[in-house]
T-cell receptor
Framework: QKEVEQDPGPLSVPEGAIVSLNCTYS??????FMWYRQYSRKGPELLMY????GNKEDGRFTAQVDKSSKYISLFIRDSQPSDSATYLC???????????????FGTGTLLAVQP | DAGVIQSPRHEVTEMGQEVTLRCKPI?????LFWYRQTMMRGLELLIY????????DSGMPEDRFSAKMPNASFSTLKIQPSEPRDSAVYFC????????????FGSGTRLTVV
């Protein structure tokens, strides 16, 4: 079993829809949860991060963490064609920078927002 | 800041040849990570360095893979000899010494071994 599981999709939605992207994990020591967005032929870029359980909102994006279920989600409201990309979840046991912040990634979900 | 710089962007080589991928981290970032990305396996961590010292190379698939970081401004990932199954996109990512933070990725090197 992989440490982090993510549905690869692809997920196709119409413009304006609410998108829900999810990951599950097995390592209960994970404390730091991130979402990356990767456009075609580019490197992943950090979208948002959360620490421990709870919600975090940033514009149209909301990240949720449920540590009791080992489940994290990213919601995108009012989705736009420019949101079309691969979304990767990532997790680590530590919060701060440096080499201790070893991230484990999900395989990514390909999202297409149709105009 | 120019970000994490990787070269070359694309590499096509014949099986058995040596391949060297290069990475220049962001100035001040003291941790460097090499990842490989494929459709089947996603992003796999190969090796990472802290202050130029290799910390964990358990993700390196075989002895054909090696990585070095001779100074804070440069790292290489070498495959010798290369095989078709090494075809993938190889990413370098760096991290500053304090956080909270996430990795900053380069644009990757797309390697094709024929």
């Amino acid at each position: 079993q992989k440490e982090v599981e993510q549905d690869p999709g692809p997920l196709s939605v119409p413009e304006g829809a609410i998108v829900s992207l999810n990951c599950t994990y097995s390592n209960s020591a994970f404390q730091y949860f991130m979402w990356y967005r990767q456009y075609s032929r580019k490197g992943p870029e950090l979208l948002m991060y959360t620490y421990s359980s709870g919600n975090k909102e940033d514009g149209r994006f909301t990240a949720q963490v449920d540590k009791s279920s080992k489940y994290i989600s990213l919601f995108i409201r009012d989705s736009q064609p420019s949101d079309s990309a691969t979304y990767l979840c990532a997790m680590s046991e530590t919060f701060y920078g440096g080499a201790t912040n070893k991230l484990i990634f999900g395989t990514g979900t390909l999202l297409a927002v149709q105009p | 800041d120019a970000g994490v710089i990787q070269s070359p962007r694309h590499e096509v080589t014949e099986m058995g040849q040596e391949v060297t991928l290069r990475c220049k981290p962001i100035s001040g970032h003291n941790s460097l990570f090499w990842y490989r990305q494929t459709m089947m396996r996603g992003l796999e961590l190969l090796i990472y360095f802290n202050n130029n010292v290799p910390i964990d190379d358990s993700g390196m698939p075989e002895d054909r893979f090696s990585a070095k970081m001779p100074n804070a401004s440069f790292s290489t990932l070498k495959i010798q000899p290369s095989e078709p199954r090494d075809s993938a996109v190889y990413f370098c990512a760096t991290n500053p010494p304090t956080g909270p933070s996430g990795y900053t990725f380069g644009s990757g090197t797309r390697l094709t071994v024929v």
